[in-house]
């Protein structure tokens, strides 16, 4: 890599974003380190990024504002000079059968996960196009592939974020842009704690792995696809899920 190249991860205070946003870090990207409520976590991660010899800064933005969505986007370009890596990573669960889902878990969910992504994508591949250059992981899920009973919200955001990869993989490929999605099975961070041990123990029995997975090993699989090694890797899903 000649130029340093620019990276924003949405969510990135923890969790896999934490994980990717280190990755990245590691991998000699400037990285755009992003929160909603969590500055100092979000600081923390800037900080581990410089003291490994990289380089970071820290963007606020609550994501289920779409105004906030595309100009997340744009103040790490006016501060960074240029975007060439984009993780929509960002996301919330509001669970419950549908049938006692209220609107606004179905509404915060959906703009949170999906519609950000649209926001972000837009302002991101403008940049892109110019440069001929361009990768954007977005962090789906395996319920997003197969269904979960009491997610409608949080599944259907996951399908949409796959729906929107594949289609943009086909509008841009030809502009040296790649748009994947990545598909988690369960994974260890705050989301998945809070589920009852009832819960965790039913998920483990269907992993073959036999046991959930790591952030890291999720950061692993977006570096490579962040990469120009993966520019013939496009429109695709790729689990991380322990074989689930
Ligand atoms: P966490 O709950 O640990 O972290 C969520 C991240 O999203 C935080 O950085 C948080 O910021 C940010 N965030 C939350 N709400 C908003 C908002 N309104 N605007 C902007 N940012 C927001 O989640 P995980 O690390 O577990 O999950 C990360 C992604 O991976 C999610 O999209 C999730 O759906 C997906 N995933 C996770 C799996 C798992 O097993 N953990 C499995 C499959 C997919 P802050 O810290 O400031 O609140």
């Given at each position: 890599m000649v130029n340093i190249q620019n990276a924003l991860v949405t969510g990135s205070s923890r969790g896999l974003g934490r994980a990717i946003a280190l990755e990245l870090g590691r991998a000699g990207y400037r990285v755009a380190v992003h929160y909603a409520g969590r500055k100092s976590a979000a600081q923390d991660v800037a900080t581990e990024i410089r003291s490994s010899g990289g380089q970071a800064s820290v963007f606020g933005a609550d994501l289920s504002d779409r105004a906030a969505a595309s100009s997340l986007v744009n103040r790490v370009i006016l501060e960074f000079?240029?975007?060439?890596v984009l993780v929509n990573n960002a996301g919330i669960t509001k669970d419950g059968l549908l049938i006692r889902m209220k609107d606004e878990d179905w509404d915060s969910v959906l703009r949170t996960n999906l519609d950000s992504a649209f926001y972000t994508c837009r302002a991101a591949i403008k940049n892109m196009m110019r440069a001929r250059y361009g990768r954007i992981v977005n962090v789906s899920s395996i319920v997003g592939v197969q269904g979960n009973p009491g997610q409608v919200n949080y599944v259907a955001s996951k399908a949409g974020l796959i729906g929107l990869s594949k289609a943009l993989a086909k509008e841009y490929g030809s502009r040296g842009i790649t748009v994947n999605a990545i598909a988690p099975g369960f994974i260890e961070s705050d989301m998945t704690a809070e589920l009852p041990e009832k819960v965790r123990a039913a998920y483990l029995e269907g992993i073959p792995a036999g046991r959930f997975g790591k952030p890291e090993e999720v950061a692993a699989t977006v570096r490579f696809l962040c990469?120009?090694?993966?520019?013939?890797?496009?429109g695709q899903v790729i689990g991380v899920d322990g074989g689930m």
């Open positions: 000079g240029s975007l060439e990469s120009s090694e993966a520019g013939y890797l496009n």
